[in-house]
Nanobody, 124 residues
Framework: QVQLVESGGGLVQAGGSLRLSCAAS????????MGWFRQAPGKEREFVAA????????YYADSVKGRFTISRDNAKNTVYLQMNSLKSEDTAVYYC?????????????????WGQGTQVTVSS
């Protein structure tokens, strides 16, 4: 099993920045790729970004490309999501996810483990 704990969410004004963290514990060697997803009220969960833990290859949703950056620190078993130029439409609960296959994927069904989520609210 892999346990994922997100942190770093909060309230920020439009145009501001936040950095989310996702710390993995347990059988972390099973986390070959990690992703961030988000879910706004009344909407389906959507893909944000993903990264492979070995090579650091990344993949972004078009809606965040150029504004968000996903990175990882293998020594700390932690993945980050740096969010800049935040917009009101970025408001959502952000979830960290891990998958045992070392491939980037945008479908939530491809991920094996999930964190509990952290709220990000962007005020306009």
């Amino acid at each position: 099993q892999v346990q994922l704990v997100e942190s770093g969410g909060g309230l920020v004004q439009a145009g501001g920045s936040l950095r989310l963290s996702c710390a993995a514990s347990g059988r972390t060697f099973s986390s070959r790729a990690m992703g961030w997803f988000r879910q706004a009220p009344g909407k389906e969960r959507e893909f944000v970004a993903a990264i492979t833990m070995s090579f650091g290859s990344t993949y972004y949703a078009d809606s965040v490309k150029g504004r968000f950056t996903i990175s990882r620190d293998n020594a700390k078993n932690t993945v980050y999501l740096q969010m800049n130029s935040l917009k009101s439409e970025d408001t959502a609960v952000y979830y960290c996810a891990a998958r045992v296959v070392a491939q980037l994927h945008r479908e939530s069904s491809a991920y094996n483990y999930w964190g509990q989520g952290t709220q990000v609210t962007v005020s306009s």
